[in-house]
């Protein structure tokens, strides 16, 4: 069986200033997305606490905004610890069978990655259903699902 596959590994837009990595979920036909915000603490700097902003938006318009952290929900560390083993694409080689999904759920991952001691620089992946980004995704989401609090986190 050929899996449907779109993915890109490309130098990305910048993420926000208050976010330094995010992951989602998006159906086109549907213009719905669910997305999740690792956040950047005050001033920058990682502290003990790590939150997480959950947003899901239809049709561009935002519907629901909910939060986690790492001292109320153990899965946030988790989500963390997951960055690093992000399931990279290979190469496409010329001559390698190629299907094309054009609609169905799409799936990101946005950070900053660099080797070593080299400044960072924004990178996007993204897939389609089926991939091993996909499931990464999902199952970041499963694991946070029980987490989310209306309440931002103080």
């Known amino acids: 069986m050929l899996v449907a596959l779109v993915l890109q590994a490309s130098a990305a837009q910048p993420l926000p200033r208050d976010v330094w990595a995010s992951l989602s979920s998006s ?11 690792y956040l950047r603490a005050e001033g920058g700097v990682m502290k003990d606490t790590i939150t997480l902003r959950f947003t899901a938006r239809r049709q561009g318009e935002v519907l629901k905004v909910m939060w986690t ?10 989500a963390v610890d997951a ?9 496409v080689v010329p001559g390698d069978p190629e299907n094309i999904i054009l609609h169905g759920v799409g799936y990101s991952v946005r950070f900053n990655g660099r080797y070593g001691s080299e400044m ?3 990178l996007e992946l993204r897939s389609n259903a ?7 995704v999902s199952d970041i989401f499963r694991r946070l699902k029980p987490c989310w609090s209306e309440t931002r986190p103080s």
């Open 69 to 78: 952290d790492s001292r109320t929900c153990p899965a946030v560390a988790e």
């Open 83 to 91: 960055l690093r083993s992000v399931p990279m694409p290979t190469p």
């Open 130 to 136: 089926g991939t091993p980004l996909a499931a990464w």
């Open 120 to 122: 960072g620089v924004p």
């Open 27 to 37: 159906v086109d036909l549907a213009h719905t997305s669910e997305t999740v915000e």
